[in-house]
Protein backbone atom coordinates (compact mmCIF):
# COMPACT_ATOMS: atom_id res chain seq x y z
CA UNK A 1 0.00 0.00 0.00
CA UNK A 2 2.98 2.43 1.37
CA UNK A 3 4.53 1.38 -1.82
CA UNK A 4 1.85 2.50 -4.61
CA UNK A 5 1.29 5.44 -2.54
CA UNK A 6 4.89 6.06 -3.39
CA UNK A 7 5.00 5.06 -6.80
CA UNK A 8 1.41 7.64 -7.44
CA UNK A 9 3.22 10.56 -5.47
CA UNK A 10 6.39 9.73 -7.77
CA UNK A 11 4.29 9.82 -10.97
CA UNK A 12 2.24 13.17 -10.38
CA UNK A 13 5.83 14.69 -9.89
CA UNK A 14 7.12 13.34 -13.10
CA UNK A 15 3.97 14.53 -15.02
CA UNK A 16 4.47 17.74 -13.06
CA UNK A 17 7.84 18.03 -14.29
CA UNK A 18 7.09 17.15 -18.27
CA UNK A 19 4.00 19.87 -18.10
CA UNK A 20 6.41 22.27 -16.67
CA UNK A 21 9.12 21.55 -19.24
CA UNK A 22 6.67 21.80 -22.19
CA UNK A 23 5.60 24.98 -21.02
CA UNK A 24 8.97 26.38 -20.99
CA UNK A 25 9.84 25.13 -24.66
CA UNK A 26 6.39 26.42 -25.79
CA UNK A 27 7.60 29.83 -24.62
CA UNK A 28 10.79 29.63 -25.94
CA UNK A 29 8.87 29.29 -29.12
CA UNK A 30 6.90 32.12 -28.59
CA UNK A 31 9.64 34.37 -27.91
CA UNK A 32 11.55 33.49 -30.84
CA UNK A 33 8.31 33.13 -33.04
CA UNK A 34 8.09 36.71 -32.24
CA UNK A 35 11.84 37.61 -33.53
CA UNK A 36 11.01 35.80 -36.85
CA UNK A 37 7.03 37.72 -36.64
CA UNK A 38 9.47 40.91 -36.84
CA UNK A 39 12.27 39.72 -39.19
CA UNK A 40 9.14 38.80 -41.56
CA UNK A 41 7.46 42.36 -41.36
CA UNK A 42 10.61 44.27 -42.21
CA UNK A 43 11.12 42.15 -45.37
CA UNK A 44 7.43 41.94 -46.20
CA UNK A 45 6.49 45.41 -45.35
CA UNK A 46 8.82 47.79 -48.04
CA UNK A 47 6.65 45.26 -50.94
CA UNK A 48 3.77 47.17 -50.62
CA UNK A 49 5.43 50.77 -49.11
CA UNK A 50 7.75 51.04 -51.42
CA UNK A 51 5.40 52.51 -54.59
CA UNK A 52 3.39 55.12 -52.27
CA UNK A 53 7.17 55.96 -50.87
CA UNK A 54 8.87 56.54 -53.91
CA UNK A 55 5.91 58.85 -54.91
CA UNK A 56 5.97 60.83 -51.65
CA UNK A 57 9.27 61.31 -52.08
CA UNK A 58 10.00 61.26 -56.12
CA UNK A 59 12.26 58.86 -56.00
CA UNK A 60 14.44 57.46 -58.70
CA UNK A 61 15.01 53.64 -59.07
CA UNK A 62 18.19 54.04 -57.53
CA UNK A 63 17.33 55.17 -54.86
CA UNK A 64 14.36 53.13 -54.63
CA UNK A 65 17.12 50.15 -54.57
CA UNK A 66 18.73 52.16 -51.59
CA UNK A 67 15.44 52.48 -49.92
CA UNK A 68 14.80 48.85 -49.92
CA UNK A 69 19.00 47.67 -49.54
CA UNK A 70 19.77 49.88 -46.81
CA UNK A 71 18.27 47.54 -44.54
CA UNK A 72 20.19 44.94 -45.55
CA UNK A 73 23.49 47.17 -45.33
CA UNK A 74 22.06 48.35 -41.26
CA UNK A 75 21.44 43.94 -41.12
CA UNK A 76 25.01 43.08 -42.02
CA UNK A 77 26.19 45.47 -39.13
CA UNK A 78 23.57 43.82 -36.98
CA UNK A 79 25.31 40.54 -37.65
CA UNK A 80 28.40 41.77 -37.31
CA UNK A 81 28.06 43.21 -33.69
CA UNK A 82 26.00 39.97 -32.58
CA UNK A 83 28.73 38.19 -32.77
CA UNK A 84 30.26 40.14 -29.97
CA UNK A 85 27.03 40.65 -28.16
CA UNK A 86 26.26 37.04 -28.18
CA UNK A 87 29.40 35.85 -26.97
CA UNK A 88 29.53 38.43 -24.10
CA UNK A 89 26.38 39.13 -22.86
CA UNK A 90 24.35 36.26 -24.09
CA UNK A 91 21.50 35.09 -26.51
CA UNK A 92 18.46 36.72 -24.03
CA UNK A 93 20.28 39.83 -24.23
CA UNK A 94 21.13 40.14 -27.96
CA UNK A 95 17.62 39.44 -28.47
CA UNK A 96 16.76 42.03 -25.60
CA UNK A 97 19.03 44.72 -27.83
CA UNK A 98 17.45 44.08 -31.08
CA UNK A 99 13.55 44.39 -29.80
CA UNK A 100 15.03 47.84 -28.81
CA UNK A 101 16.00 48.66 -32.23
CA UNK A 102 12.92 47.23 -33.81
CA UNK A 103 11.26 50.17 -32.05
CA UNK A 104 13.67 52.54 -32.90
CA UNK A 105 13.96 51.56 -36.49
CA UNK A 106 9.74 51.26 -36.75
CA UNK A 107 9.06 54.98 -35.33
CA UNK A 108 11.71 56.25 -36.58
CA UNK A 109 10.61 55.13 -40.20
CA UNK A 110 7.44 56.06 -39.45
CA UNK A 111 8.28 59.85 -38.89
CA UNK A 112 10.76 60.17 -41.99
CA UNK A 113 10.77 63.83 -43.16
CA UNK A 114 13.39 63.05 -45.85
CA UNK A 115 14.73 60.36 -47.54
CA UNK A 116 17.75 60.52 -45.97
CA UNK A 117 16.16 60.51 -42.35
CA UNK A 118 14.09 57.19 -44.08
CA UNK A 119 17.38 55.82 -44.92
CA UNK A 120 18.89 55.91 -41.51
CA UNK A 121 15.69 54.22 -40.05
CA UNK A 122 15.85 51.36 -42.11
CA UNK A 123 19.57 50.99 -41.05
CA UNK A 124 18.43 50.48 -37.71
CA UNK A 125 15.67 48.27 -39.22
CA UNK A 126 18.43 46.41 -40.50
CA UNK A 127 20.62 46.63 -37.27
CA UNK A 128 17.66 44.42 -35.55
CA UNK A 129 16.94 42.28 -38.46
CA UNK A 130 20.43 40.93 -38.26
CA UNK A 131 20.54 41.16 -34.62
CA UNK A 132 17.64 38.33 -34.97
CA UNK A 133 18.15 36.92 -38.06
CA UNK A 134 21.49 35.48 -35.81
CA UNK A 135 20.21 35.04 -32.49
CA UNK A 136 17.03 33.26 -32.58
CA UNK A 137 18.39 30.37 -34.50
CA UNK A 138 21.04 30.01 -32.80
CA UNK A 139 19.59 30.38 -29.17
CA UNK A 140 16.54 27.77 -30.55
CA UNK A 141 19.23 25.49 -32.13
CA UNK A 142 20.87 25.08 -28.44
CA UNK A 143 17.72 24.78 -26.65
CA UNK A 144 16.16 22.12 -28.79
CA UNK A 145 16.89 18.11 -28.53
CA UNK A 146 18.43 16.58 -31.46
CA UNK A 147 14.68 14.93 -32.62
CA UNK A 148 12.78 17.95 -32.92
CA UNK A 149 15.63 20.63 -33.62
CA UNK A 150 14.93 21.64 -37.26
CA UNK A 151 11.23 21.58 -36.46
CA UNK A 152 11.68 23.69 -34.34
CA UNK A 153 13.65 26.06 -36.25
CA UNK A 154 11.69 25.85 -39.15
CA UNK A 155 8.66 26.48 -36.87
CA UNK A 156 11.20 30.11 -36.42
CA UNK A 157 10.87 30.51 -40.13
CA UNK A 158 7.26 29.93 -40.37
CA UNK A 159 7.23 33.10 -38.58
CA UNK A 160 9.11 34.87 -40.57
CA UNK A 161 6.66 33.78 -43.04
CA UNK A 162 3.63 34.21 -41.46
CA UNK A 163 5.42 38.31 -40.78
CA UNK A 164 6.12 38.80 -44.30
CA UNK A 165 2.18 37.34 -45.10
CA UNK A 166 0.41 39.89 -42.34
CA UNK A 167 3.09 42.97 -44.00
CA UNK A 168 1.31 41.83 -47.37
CA UNK A 169 -1.78 41.98 -46.08
CA UNK A 170 -1.76 45.41 -43.43
CA UNK A 171 0.13 46.73 -47.05
CA UNK A 172 -2.99 45.72 -49.04
CA UNK A 173 -5.69 47.28 -46.75
CA UNK A 174 -3.47 50.33 -46.12
CA UNK A 175 -2.86 51.07 -49.75
CA UNK A 176 -6.35 52.28 -50.41
CA UNK A 177 -5.70 55.50 -48.49
CA UNK A 178 -1.53 55.24 -49.70
CA UNK A 179 -0.66 55.50 -45.74
CA UNK A 180 2.81 54.57 -45.84
CA UNK A 181 4.08 55.43 -42.57
CA UNK A 182 1.34 53.33 -40.46
CA UNK A 183 2.84 50.14 -42.74
CA UNK A 184 6.27 50.88 -41.56
CA UNK A 185 4.80 51.93 -37.48
CA UNK A 186 3.24 48.83 -37.21
CA UNK A 187 6.06 46.99 -36.59
CA UNK A 188 6.42 48.73 -33.25
CA UNK A 189 3.40 46.91 -31.64
CA UNK A 190 5.24 43.39 -32.07
CA UNK A 191 8.26 44.55 -31.00
CA UNK A 192 7.48 45.48 -27.67
CA UNK A 193 5.56 41.93 -26.83
CA UNK A 194 9.01 40.40 -28.33
CA UNK A 195 10.66 42.76 -25.42
CA UNK A 196 8.35 41.59 -22.84
CA UNK A 197 8.78 38.28 -23.39
CA UNK A 198 12.36 38.04 -23.60
CA UNK A 199 12.22 39.52 -20.52
CA UNK A 200 11.08 35.95 -19.13
CA UNK A 201 13.43 33.83 -21.01
CA UNK A 202 16.36 31.18 -19.60
CA UNK A 203 19.84 32.10 -21.40
CA UNK A 204 21.04 29.15 -23.29
CA UNK A 205 22.67 26.28 -21.24
CA UNK A 206 25.38 26.43 -23.71
CA UNK A 207 26.42 30.03 -23.67
CA UNK A 208 25.81 29.98 -19.74
CA UNK A 209 28.85 26.57 -19.62
CA UNK A 210 30.93 28.24 -21.90
CA UNK A 211 31.34 30.83 -19.37
CA UNK A 212 31.93 28.85 -16.67
CA UNK A 213 28.29 29.22 -14.85
CA UNK A 214 27.94 25.23 -14.90
CA UNK A 215 25.45 25.75 -12.17
CA UNK A 216 23.23 27.49 -13.99
CA UNK A 217 23.43 25.60 -17.20
CA UNK A 218 22.57 22.62 -15.31
CA UNK A 219 19.21 24.58 -13.85
CA UNK A 220 17.94 25.77 -17.35
CA UNK A 221 19.08 21.96 -18.42
CA UNK A 222 16.63 20.83 -15.88
CA UNK A 223 13.62 23.50 -17.16
CA UNK A 224 14.23 21.83 -20.92
CA UNK A 225 14.09 17.88 -19.65
CA UNK A 226 12.08 15.67 -17.04
CA UNK A 227 14.95 13.36 -17.64
CA UNK A 228 17.63 13.84 -14.85
CA UNK A 229 19.84 11.14 -17.19
CA UNK A 230 19.47 13.82 -19.81
CA UNK A 231 20.28 16.24 -18.01
CA UNK A 232 23.75 15.22 -16.92
CA UNK A 233 24.42 13.51 -20.61
CA UNK A 234 23.85 16.43 -21.93
CA UNK A 235 26.08 18.41 -19.34
CA UNK A 236 28.40 16.05 -20.03
CA UNK A 237 28.51 16.52 -23.77
CA UNK A 238 28.83 20.01 -23.64
CA UNK A 239 31.91 19.81 -21.00
CA UNK A 240 33.82 17.95 -23.53
CA UNK A 241 33.12 20.12 -26.54
CA UNK A 242 34.32 23.03 -24.43
CA UNK A 243 38.21 21.64 -23.83
CA UNK A 244 39.14 22.99 -26.99
CA UNK A 245 41.70 25.64 -25.96
CA UNK A 246 41.16 28.19 -28.42
CA UNK A 247 37.69 30.15 -29.30
CA UNK A 248 36.47 32.27 -31.97
CA UNK A 249 38.87 33.84 -34.15
CA UNK A 250 41.98 32.33 -32.68
CA UNK A 251 40.00 28.56 -33.50
CA UNK A 252 39.61 29.80 -37.01
CA UNK A 253 43.01 30.96 -37.61
CA UNK A 254 44.46 27.44 -35.65
CA UNK A 255 42.21 24.80 -37.02
CA UNK A 256 41.78 24.40 -40.69
CA UNK A 257 38.50 22.28 -39.80
CA UNK A 258 36.76 24.84 -38.75
CA UNK A 259 37.77 27.13 -41.20
CA UNK A 260 36.22 24.36 -43.95
CA UNK A 261 32.69 24.64 -41.59
CA UNK A 262 32.75 28.77 -41.63
CA UNK A 263 33.10 29.44 -45.50
CA UNK A 264 30.87 26.07 -45.66
CA UNK A 265 27.98 28.28 -43.43
CA UNK A 266 28.86 31.45 -45.57
CA UNK A 267 28.63 29.48 -49.05
CA UNK A 268 24.94 28.15 -47.28
CA UNK A 269 23.69 31.83 -46.96
CA UNK A 270 25.14 33.18 -50.54
CA UNK A 271 23.12 29.95 -51.58
CA UNK A 272 19.75 31.17 -50.18
CA UNK A 273 19.84 34.65 -51.30
CA UNK A 274 21.67 34.02 -54.96
CA UNK A 275 18.40 31.81 -55.39
CA UNK A 276 16.41 35.29 -56.07
CA UNK A 277 13.18 34.86 -54.03
CA UNK A 278 13.67 37.41 -51.92
CA UNK A 279 13.67 40.22 -55.15
CA UNK A 280 10.37 38.33 -55.26
CA UNK A 281 9.26 39.54 -51.83
CA UNK A 282 10.66 42.76 -52.10
CA UNK A 283 9.74 44.07 -55.44
CA UNK A 284 6.24 41.68 -56.19
CA UNK A 285 3.80 45.25 -57.20
CA UNK A 286 7.00 45.43 -59.99
CA UNK A 287 7.30 42.59 -61.05
CA UNK A 288 3.39 41.89 -61.16
CA UNK A 289 3.12 45.33 -63.24
CA UNK A 290 5.80 44.11 -65.79
CA UNK A 291 3.58 40.79 -65.76
CA UNK A 292 0.66 43.00 -66.77
CA UNK A 293 -1.39 43.90 -63.87
CA UNK A 294 -1.58 47.48 -64.18
CA UNK A 295 -3.85 48.60 -60.90
CA UNK A 296 -2.27 48.58 -57.26
CA UNK A 297 -5.24 46.33 -55.98
CA UNK A 298 -4.51 43.72 -58.49
CA UNK A 299 -0.56 43.60 -57.80
CA UNK A 300 -1.40 43.82 -53.94
CA UNK A 301 -3.79 40.92 -53.89
CA UNK A 302 -1.56 39.01 -56.38
CA UNK A 303 1.58 40.17 -53.32
CA UNK A 304 -0.82 38.25 -50.54
CA UNK A 305 -1.11 35.19 -52.94
CA UNK A 306 2.73 35.15 -52.42
CA UNK A 307 2.93 35.80 -49.10
CA UNK A 308 0.36 32.93 -48.15
CA UNK A 309 2.03 30.45 -50.30
CA UNK A 310 5.14 31.11 -48.22
CA UNK A 311 3.10 30.35 -44.68
CA UNK A 312 1.77 27.29 -46.46
CA UNK A 313 4.67 25.98 -48.29
CA UNK A 314 7.06 25.85 -44.77
CA UNK A 315 4.49 23.71 -43.17
CA UNK A 316 6.34 21.39 -45.59
CA UNK A 317 9.83 21.86 -44.41
CA UNK A 318 8.45 21.81 -40.81
CA UNK A 319 7.58 17.77 -41.65
CA UNK A 320 9.94 17.52 -44.04
CA UNK A 321 13.57 18.45 -42.42
CA UNK A 322 13.48 15.98 -39.39
CA UNK A 323 11.88 13.07 -41.32
CA UNK A 324 13.46 13.30 -44.77
CA UNK A 325 16.22 15.33 -44.00
CA UNK A 326 17.53 18.50 -44.57
CA UNK A 327 19.71 17.70 -47.96
CA UNK A 328 16.58 16.15 -50.19
CA UNK A 329 14.50 19.47 -48.98
CA UNK A 330 17.57 21.59 -50.42
CA UNK A 331 17.65 19.17 -53.88
CA UNK A 332 14.02 19.88 -54.50
CA UNK A 333 13.37 22.82 -53.33
CA UNK A 334 15.82 24.16 -55.30
CA UNK A 335 14.92 22.40 -58.80
CA UNK A 336 11.63 23.92 -58.09
CA UNK A 337 13.15 27.01 -58.39
CA UNK A 338 14.89 27.42 -61.28
CA UNK A 339 12.11 25.46 -62.67
CA UNK A 340 9.65 28.14 -61.86
CA UNK A 341 11.98 31.32 -62.62
CA UNK A 342 12.73 29.54 -66.05
CA UNK A 343 9.11 29.38 -66.84
CA UNK A 344 8.44 32.96 -65.16
CA UNK A 345 11.18 34.37 -67.59
CA UNK A 346 9.81 32.49 -70.86
CA UNK A 347 6.36 34.68 -69.78
CA UNK A 348 7.89 37.86 -69.28
CA UNK A 349 9.76 37.33 -72.25
CA UNK A 350 6.84 36.89 -74.23
CA UNK A 351 5.14 39.84 -72.46
CA UNK A 352 7.85 41.95 -73.54
CA UNK A 353 7.50 40.75 -77.28
CA UNK A 354 4.32 42.18 -77.47
CA UNK A 355 1.75 39.30 -75.94
CA UNK A 356 -1.62 40.36 -74.50
CA UNK A 357 -2.59 36.82 -73.41
CA UNK A 358 -3.94 36.95 -70.10
CA UNK A 359 -3.17 34.00 -69.88
CA UNK A 360 0.88 34.73 -70.19
CA UNK A 361 0.05 37.21 -66.89
CA UNK A 362 -1.91 34.69 -64.79
CA UNK A 363 1.00 31.69 -65.61
CA UNK A 364 3.81 34.32 -64.64
CA UNK A 365 1.65 34.84 -61.54
CA UNK A 366 1.94 31.27 -60.65
CA UNK A 367 5.20 31.18 -61.24
CA UNK A 368 6.41 33.14 -58.20
CA UNK A 369 3.86 31.34 -56.19
CA UNK A 370 5.89 28.17 -57.53
CA UNK A 371 9.55 29.85 -56.48
CA UNK A 372 8.13 31.30 -53.40
CA UNK A 373 6.76 27.69 -52.88
CA UNK A 374 10.30 25.88 -53.43
CA UNK A 375 12.06 28.79 -51.33
CA UNK A 376 9.54 28.10 -48.52
CA UNK A 377 10.53 24.37 -48.36
CA UNK A 378 13.83 24.57 -48.63
CA UNK A 379 16.60 27.08 -48.84
CA UNK A 380 14.40 29.68 -46.47
CA UNK A 381 14.06 27.56 -43.08
CA UNK A 382 16.85 24.89 -43.94
CA UNK A 383 19.72 26.95 -44.29
CA UNK A 384 19.26 28.86 -41.27
CA UNK A 385 18.73 25.04 -39.57
CA UNK A 386 22.45 24.18 -41.03
CA UNK A 387 24.03 27.14 -40.10
CA UNK A 388 23.24 26.97 -36.12
CA UNK A 389 24.04 23.18 -36.55
CA UNK A 390 27.35 22.78 -37.96
CA UNK A 391 29.54 25.37 -36.09
CA UNK A 392 31.42 23.91 -33.08
CA UNK A 393 30.65 25.71 -29.99
CA UNK A 394 33.80 27.37 -29.14
CA UNK A 395 33.06 29.12 -32.58
CA UNK A 396 29.65 29.16 -32.59
CA UNK A 397 29.25 32.78 -32.20
CA UNK A 398 32.38 33.74 -35.11
CA UNK A 399 30.96 31.16 -37.44
CA UNK A 400 27.40 31.99 -37.31
CA UNK A 401 27.98 35.55 -37.50
CA UNK A 402 30.41 35.14 -40.42
CA UNK A 403 27.43 33.47 -41.84
CA UNK A 404 24.68 35.23 -41.11
CA UNK A 405 26.74 39.06 -42.25
CA UNK A 406 27.25 37.19 -45.64
CA UNK A 407 23.29 36.21 -45.86
CA UNK A 408 22.84 39.99 -45.11
CA UNK A 409 25.53 41.58 -47.96
CA UNK A 410 24.23 38.76 -50.43
CA UNK A 411 20.96 40.10 -49.96
CA UNK A 412 22.02 43.84 -50.28
CA UNK A 413 23.62 43.02 -53.58
CA UNK A 414 20.27 41.33 -54.90
CA UNK A 415 18.28 44.20 -53.36
CA UNK A 416 20.36 46.86 -54.95
CA UNK A 417 20.92 45.63 -58.28
CA UNK A 418 17.12 44.09 -59.34
CA UNK A 419 16.31 47.27 -60.84
CA UNK A 420 19.51 48.19 -62.43
CA UNK A 421 18.92 44.14 -64.51
CA UNK A 422 15.76 44.94 -65.19
CA UNK A 423 16.80 47.95 -66.98
CA UNK A 424 20.29 46.65 -68.81
CA UNK A 425 19.32 42.90 -69.50
CA UNK A 426 15.62 42.91 -69.14
CA UNK A 427 13.16 41.20 -66.99
CA UNK A 428 13.05 37.55 -68.74
CA UNK A 429 17.44 37.52 -68.61
CA UNK A 430 17.80 38.58 -64.97
CA UNK A 431 15.49 35.34 -64.26
CA UNK A 432 16.72 33.36 -66.14
CA UNK A 433 20.39 34.33 -64.37
CA UNK A 434 18.55 33.36 -61.09
CA UNK A 435 18.09 29.90 -63.15
CA UNK A 436 20.93 29.13 -63.45
CA UNK A 437 22.48 30.12 -60.15
CA UNK A 438 19.56 27.49 -58.87
CA UNK A 439 20.92 24.76 -61.19
CA UNK A 440 24.47 25.22 -59.96
CA UNK A 441 23.01 24.98 -56.13
CA UNK A 442 21.63 21.69 -56.62
CA UNK A 443 25.19 20.35 -56.92
CA UNK A 444 26.37 22.29 -54.40
CA UNK A 445 23.97 20.42 -52.36
CA UNK A 446 24.77 16.88 -53.69
CA UNK A 447 28.68 17.40 -53.36
CA UNK A 448 29.29 19.47 -50.42
CA UNK A 449 26.08 19.81 -48.22
CA UNK A 450 26.00 17.69 -44.56
CA UNK A 451 22.72 15.62 -43.70
CA UNK A 452 22.20 16.68 -40.12
CA UNK A 453 18.99 15.33 -38.85
CA UNK A 454 19.15 13.34 -35.56
CA UNK A 455 22.37 14.50 -34.83
CA UNK A 456 23.28 16.48 -31.49
CA UNK A 457 24.97 19.39 -32.07
CA UNK A 458 28.38 17.74 -30.25
CA UNK A 459 28.30 14.65 -32.35
CA UNK A 460 28.70 16.98 -35.39
CA UNK A 461 31.58 19.48 -33.84
CA UNK A 462 33.36 15.96 -33.21
CA UNK A 463 32.89 14.32 -36.92
CA UNK A 464 34.19 17.85 -38.27
CA UNK A 465 37.55 17.50 -36.11
CA UNK A 466 38.14 14.66 -36.94
CA UNK A 467 38.58 15.81 -40.33
CA UNK A 468 35.87 14.38 -41.96
CA UNK A 469 34.46 15.66 -45.45
CA UNK A 470 32.14 18.78 -44.75
CA UNK A 471 29.03 16.30 -46.68
CA UNK A 472 29.78 13.64 -44.10
CA UNK A 473 30.07 15.38 -40.35
CA UNK A 474 26.55 14.27 -40.09
CA UNK A 475 26.86 10.75 -40.22
Partial sequence: MMEDTVQENFGRISNTRDRKTAKMRTFISFAAGMAGLLFGLDIGVIAGALPFIAKHFALSSQQQEWVVSSMMLGAAFGAIATGWLSSRLGRKYSLLIGAGFFILGSIGSAFATSVTILLVARVVLGFAVGIAS???????????????????????????????????????????????????????????????????????????????????????????????????????????????????????????????????????????????????????????????????????????????????????????????????????????????????????????????????????????????????????PVVWILCSEIQPLKSRDFGIACSTTTNWISNMIIGATFLTLLNSVGSAMTFWIYTGMNVLFIFFTIYLIPETKNVTLEQIEQNLLKGKKLRDIGC
Wanted: proline share 2%; aromatic share 8%.
Fill in 134 to 380: YTAPLYLSEMADKEIRGKLIAMYQLMVTVGILLAFLSDTALSYSGDWRMMVGIICVPAVILMLAVLKLPDSPRWLASKGRFDEAKSVLHMLHSNERKVASELLDIRESLKVKQEGWGLFKANKNVRRVVFLGMLLQAMQQFTGMNIIMYYAPKIFSLAGFTTTEEQMMATVIDGLTFVLATFIAMNMVDKAGRKPALKIGFSVMAAGTLILGVCLNLIDNGSTSTWISYIAVAMTVVCIGGYAMSAA
